[in-house]
Nanobody, 115 residues
Framework: QVQLVESGGGLVQAGGSLSVSCAAS????????VGWFRQGPGKQRELVAS???????NYADSVKGRFTISRDNAKNTVHMQMNSLKPDDTAVYYC?????????WGRGIKVTVSS
């Protein structure tokens, strides 16, 4: 059974930093595409960052230069460092992993950026 469990997040003032992590069981991150989506209040879920099995990254324009996605293969975890946070970054952040045409999701973790 595949499980993705997010951790980190929380409340921070604008301009601050936070990180979110995602630990997996039942699936190996290093050989699959992984990443983060987010859904802000009243907004649609959007892709924030992704990381392929060969290390290619992709970021939403709104977070380029501020967010960094990385993977720890030994711990089978994915991290995202978020710097220079803005109130618009307030959302529930979801970890995902795509494997053989199927997407697995975590339950989400809340990030709140106060102005």
């Amino acid at each position: 059974q595949v499980q993705l469990v997010e951790s980190g997040g929380g409340l921070v003032q604008a301009g601050g930093s936070l990180s979110v992590s995602c630990a997996a069981s039942g699936i190996i991150f290093s050989i699959n595409a992984v990443g983060w989506f987010r859904q802000g209040p009243g907004k649609q879920r959007e892709l924030v960052a992704s990381l392929t099995s060969v290390g290619s990254t992709n970021y939403a324009d709104s977070v380029k230069g501020r967010f960094t996605i990385s993977r720890d293969n030994a711990k089978n975890t994915v991290h995202m460092q978020m710097n220079s946070l803005k109130p618009d970054d307030t959302a529930v952040y979801y970890c995902y992993c795509s494997s053989h045409g199927y997407d697995y999701w975590g339950r989400g973790i809340k990030v709140t950026v106060s102005s």
